[in-house]
């Protein structure tokens, strides 16, 4: 009988393998730990350079590309059988190379087809090339091809580290990560723009948002997080809207005031960032991206911002109770220009356009104990204190025409105790865009959902 008792060496080896003699943990220093050695690593053919008396096959794998030479003689192979996709094992001595990726080149003396691409020519996009000189309508049609360029998979990469620093941060700070249904009864945000779906004879809906799920955990946990899809039926289409999106929440009780939240988001980005530039160099030179200073950010009240932008770039105040994309644009260049700062949180947003478990400003309740966070004059992030009494969120709701009948799960954990609290929602996919300076939020977006696109 036989068992497993865990994962086997293998006698392929990684590019960190070479570079740094197996302890991939370690710092990246330069040098060839596994120079003049003779190595097996697989990966896909990125591309094939014929240059007669010998060829690169430069081969992709999880870590980048690794340049293989290709001389006639040393290799018993046709080289004209192998096609860009085609997966293979190698075998070759390990030699230093600086013009090399990684600087260092694999001479080869073996290859092992693993799997052969079935199309006839050629792929539909030159993914070789060092950037995609094609339509992101194009890009997205083919995502499972486009995805396999060196710079598209780098966007990918820095999304995953960002997801990593939130986490680490979130931890660090003792919250706890939940996971909240995104097949729902109610709607969280109010309003249409919800997925309907037919439920064993029931109404449902997809997810808006963890709202009402996260504000419970936290009269279990006092802190929780989580990083989930969220869905949105607005027939949007723009370069900033998705109609599916992550979205990274926390939520925490005790707190003093909707500052708490503020002060622990500008944390969290100063940690995220500071992360990346260590553990996610390679992906952030390879896109250009200078990380942005968040060792403190400014703050503004949302009447003050409006009529600051108003008087600076004369422009008239056309809707008092919410803010217009250009509106935030604007807002973002005024701190830019007097503060430096790519980022600004925009606080006391009107009463009137927060949802209904906002809690008002008890000097003026006109205005609401929340804000958002503009990066780059974009809206990254929307957040603020929520009501935690029985009675003044369901006069809330009354005042709004709301039924609190339909909301009686909710209002369970304000009749049975809640401490004051309140949370946030970051969007990652516009976070990724702003912090990589792109133009649509599709491009830092795996598979987008918008009003045209369902597929792939």
Same mark, same amino acid.
């Given at each position: 009988m036989e068992f497993i008792s865990g994962i086997k060496e293998k006698e392929t080896v990684s590019i960190y393998d070479i570079i740094l003699g197996g302890d991939a943990v370690g710092n990246r220093e330069t040098g060839i730990a596994m120079e003049s050695e003779t190595v097996r690593l697989n990966g896909a053919i990125h591309t094939i350079r014929d240059m007669s008396e010998f060829a690169f096959i430069v081969l992709r794998k999880q870590e980048g590309v690794v340049q293989c030479v290709f001389t006639e003689g040393s290799v018993s192979f046709d080289l004209k059988s192998l096609k860009e996709g085609a997966t293979v094992e190698v075998q070759g001595v390990v030699a230093k190379e600086d013009r090399a990726p990684n600087g260092f080149e694999i001479r080869l003396t073996d290859i092992k087809v693993l799997s052969m691409p079935s199309y006839d020519t050629m792929l539909p996009i030159p993914i070789s090339k060092w950037k995609l000189k094609t339509s992101l309508e194009t890009k997205l049609s083919l995502r499972p091809i486009s995805l396999r360029n060196i710079r598209e998979r780098a966007i990918f990469k820095i999304q995953e580290g960002i997801v990593r620093g939130f986490r680490d941060f979130m931890f660090e700070q003792k919250f706890t990560e939940v996971r909240t249904p995104k097949i729902v009864a109610g709607n969280a945000e109010g309003g249409a723009n919800v997925f309907k779906?037919?439920?064993?004879?029931?109404?449902?809906?997809?997810?808006?948002?963890? $709202? !009402?799920?996260?504000?419970?955990?936290?009269?279990?946990?006092?802190?929780? !997080? =989580?990083?989930?899809?969220?869905?949105?039926?607005?027939?949007?289409?723009?370069?900033? /809207?998705?109609?599916?999106?992550?979205?990274?929440?926390? =939520?925490?009780?005790?707190?003093?005031?909707?500052?708490?939240?503020?002060?622990?988001?500008?944390? %969290?980005?100063? /940690?995220?960032?500071?992360?990346?530039?260590?553990? +996610?160099?390679?992906?952030?030179?390879?896109?250009?991206?200078?990380?942005?200073?968040?060792?403190?950010?400014?703050?503004?009240?949302?009447?003050?911002?409006?009529?600051? *932008?108003?008087?600076?770039?004369?422009?008239?105040?056309?809707?008092?109770?919410?803010?217009?994309?250009? =509106?935030?644009?604007?807002?973002?260049?005024?701190?830019? =220009?007097?503060?430096?700062?790519?980022?600004?949180? *925009?606080? /006391?947003?009107?009463?009137? &356009?927060?949802?209904? +478990?906002?809690?008002?400003?008890?000097?003026?309740?006109?205005?609401?104990?929340?804000?958002?966070?503009?990066? &780059?004059?974009?809206?990254?992030?929307?957040?603020?204190?929520?009501?935690?009494? +029985?009675?003044? $969120?369901?006069?809330?709701? *009354?005042?709004?025409?709301?039924?609190?009948?339909?909301?009686?799960?909710?209002?369970?954990?304000? &009749?049975?105790?809640?401490?004051? /609290?309140?949370?946030?929602?970051?969007?990652?996919?516009?976070?990724? %865009?702003?912090?990589?300076?792109? $133009?649509?939020?599709?491009?830092?977006?795996?598979?987008?959902?918008? *009003?045209?696109?369902?597929?792939?």
């Open positions: 779906l037919e439920y064993f004879g029931k109404k449902a809906f997809l997810a808006q948002s963890p $709202q !009402f799920y996260k504000q419970t955990m936290v009269g279990v946990y006092d802190r929780v !997080f =989580e990083v989930a899809p969220v869905f949105r039926a607005e027939k949007h289409n723009t370069t900033r /809207h998705l109609n599916e999106y992550t979205s990274m929440d926390f =939520e925490m009780g005790y707190i003093d005031g909707f500052e708490d939240i503020m002060e622990m988001e500008q944390s %969290m980005l100063d /940690h995220t960032f500071k992360f990346l530039e260590k553990e +996610y160099s390679k992906e952030l030179q390879i896109l250009g991206v200078k990380l942005p200073d968040v060792s403190k950010i400014p703050t503004v009240r949302f009447d003050e911002a409006k009529q600051l *932008v108003s008087e600076k770039y004369d422009r008239k105040i056309k809707n008092p109770y919410d803010l217009e994309p250009e =509106e935030e644009i604007l807002i973002g260049k005024y701190f830019s =220009e007097e503060c430096g700062s790519d980022f600004v949180f *925009v606080t /006391h947003y009107p009463s009137k &356009k927060r949802p209904f +478990y906002a809690m008002d400003d008890p000097t003026d309740s006109k205005f609401t104990l929340s804000f958002d966070l503009l990066f &780059k004059g974009m809206e990254i992030t929307t957040g603020g204190q929520r009501i935690h009494n +029985y009675d003044e $969120q369901v006069a809330k709701m *009354v005042e709004r025409g709301m039924d609190p009948e339909d909301f009686t799960d909710y209002l369970m954990i304000h &009749k049975y105790g809640m401490p004051p /609290h309140g949370g946030l929602g970051i969007g990652l996919e516009r976070l990724t %865009m702003r912090l990589l300076d792109e $133009q649509n939020v599709r491009e830092t977006t795996l598979f987008p959902r918008d *009003v045209s696109r369902l597929e792939p």
